[in-house]
């Protein structure tokens, strides 16, 4: 009997293990794979304050490289016009509110009781006259008073009459004190008074520059001496805070993951160091996969961008990394940040990427 050749042997052997491999595939159980993994790079998120107002720069506060943090002062403008405008608005409200406190007030009592003088005196003299001319009347028939004499007096007796009249409207006036319309205007004046007062307030603040966020300063675009107006930046601020990598899954296992799901992130700069992150945002719409990301096969592929925030509490992350991204598909109870973010999971801390 002949013996089998070895190479026969070996041929049956590998068509085996083939077949067994086949099988295994199309028989293995679906859905048992707990880990997505995802690549992408630590998002780089910019901003270039800028001065709200004009004028030349005095101070520079930081330099490139700088961490700052949110509210921290950057750089100053020269204030001495807007000092001067702030002055001045502050005190033409300062005379405006005594007009109004004045008219609220009222009349004083003694500029009541001085009108009530006026008006008391004047009327002696309205009935002095008064008297005079019922006197010069009683005289004219015996020849003893002219018709002249009867004028005068018809003419003082007006007079009197007509000051004695306005000495009580200004009686009268003074103790109603002064008009509702009167008041509005003043009060309407002072309020007005009030919000330039403001305006100069805010565009004196503004001769200040603060970082609006933390950050690491990338570039100082102006120096001491340059013009700022609000349309030319001072720095480029690299913002890192919220950290988060920007990555792509693909359309097949987009249903996988869910917002809240825990995520660990590495890196290729610090072998070992695993970062703990979650999945806090899903782009609702598609998009063809960046040229930088991806090959030019898998570049015609529609992607949905997810953004895995990380919690860096070593500070070791940095803008523009390239990092690996592992997601574990079990469902995590985080619940809903009112950004529309989610919460970190448990013991990922809630700085929300901010290095301590």
């Known amino acids: 009997m002949n013996k089998p050749r070895p190479l026969l042997v070996a041929a049956a052997a590998a068509s085996l293990v083939l077949i067994g491999g086949l099988l295994y595939w199309w028989l293995r159980p679906v859905g048992t794979a707990s880990e997505l993994t995802l690549y992408g790079n630590v998002d780089i998120r910019e901003v270039e304050p800028a001065f709200n107002a004009a004028g030349r720069i005095t101070q520079i506060s930081v330099v490139e490289g700088a961490e700052v943090h949110q509210g921290e002062l950057l750089a100053r403008i020269d204030d001495t016009r807007y000092r001067a405008r702030l002055a001045e608005a502050q005190h033409n409200a300062a005379h405006l509110q005594a007009v109004l406190s004045r008219l609220l007030h009222g009349s004083r009592p003694q500029e009541i009781g001085e009108a009530r003088a006026t008006m008391e005196s004047l009327r002696a003299t309205y009935r002095n006259a008064k008297i005079n001319y019922v006197r010069t009347l009683a005289l004219l028939p015996q020849g003893i008073a002219s018709v002249q004499d009867q ?102 296992d987009l249903g996988k993951i869910a ?98």
């Open 151 to 252: 004028d005068d007096a018809r003419a003082q007796l007006h007079a009197a009459r007509g000051r004695y009249e306005a000495a009580l409207q200004a009686y009268r006036l003074a103790v109603i004190g002064p008009r509702h319309e009167d008041i509005l205007a003043a009060r309407s004046a002072f309020h007005a008074a009030l919000a330039a007062q403001a305006v100069a307030a805010r565009e004196l603040a503004d001769t200040r520059l603060y970082a609006p966020a933390a950050g690491v300063v990338e570039d100082r675009i102006l120096e001491p001496g340059d013009m700022a107006s609000p349309s030319t930046p001072v720095y480029t601020i690299a913002l890192t805070s919220p950290l988060w990598v920007r990555a792509y899954v693909a359309e097949a």
């Open 259 to 356: 917002l809240g799901m825990p995520a660990v992130v590495t890196t290729d700069s610090f072998p070992g160091h695993r970062y703990p992150g979650w999945v806090g945002y899903l782009s609702p719409t598609a998009e063809f996969t960046p040229k930088t990301v991806e090959t030019a096969e898998l570049r015609t592929q529609l992607v949905y961008q997810v953004r895995v925030y990380v919690c860096n509490t070593q500070n070791e992350l940095r803008l523009g990394m390239p990092a690996t991204v592992t997601v574990r598909l079990r469902r995590h109870g985080a619940s809903a940040a009112p950004d529309g973010t989610h919460r970190p999971p448990p013991g990922c801390g809630a700085d929300n990427g901010r290095s301590r």
